[in-house]
């Protein structure tokens, strides 16, 4: 099991910037890939970033130049750093981890979701 806590959340003005933390605990090392998705009220939920162990990285269009995924070496800290922030940018964010193991199988985790709101 793995559990995800996410911070860092909060109010801001269009252009400014916002980093969201997620702690993970658990079975860390069962952890193929880390994401943040976001979801707002009548919408699915959308991809906004992941990483792999590996490193690499992908991005949602809307995201891409102004938002950076990233992830510290000891594999328990995802972060995002969030810039030029846009009103549409506003919505919940959850932090994600994904898991494939033999004899286990696909498994994804969420943390609870911090709330992002850009004002304009």
């Known amino acids: 099991q793995v559990q995800l806590v996410e911070s860092g959340g909060g109010l801001v003005q269009a252009g400014g910037s916002l980093r969201l933390s997620c702690a993970a605990s658990?079975?860390?090392?069962?952890?193929?890939?880390m994401g943040w998705y976001r979801q707002v009220p009548g919408k699915q939920r959308e991809a906004v970033a992941f990483?792999?162990?590996?490193?690499?990285?992908n991005y949602a269009d809307s995201v891409k130049g102004r938002f950076t995924i990233s992830r510290n070496d000891a594999k328990n800290t995802l972060w995002l750093q969030m810039d030029s922030l846009k009103p549409e940018d506003t919505g919940v964010y959850y932090c994600h981890a994904f898991s494939l193991q033999v004899g286990v199988g696909k498994l994804d985790y969420w943390g609870q979701g911090t709330q992002v709101t850009v004002s304009s």
């Open positions: 658990g079975s860390i090392d069962s952890i193929n890939a």
């Open positions: 990483i792999t162990n590996g490193g690499n990285t």
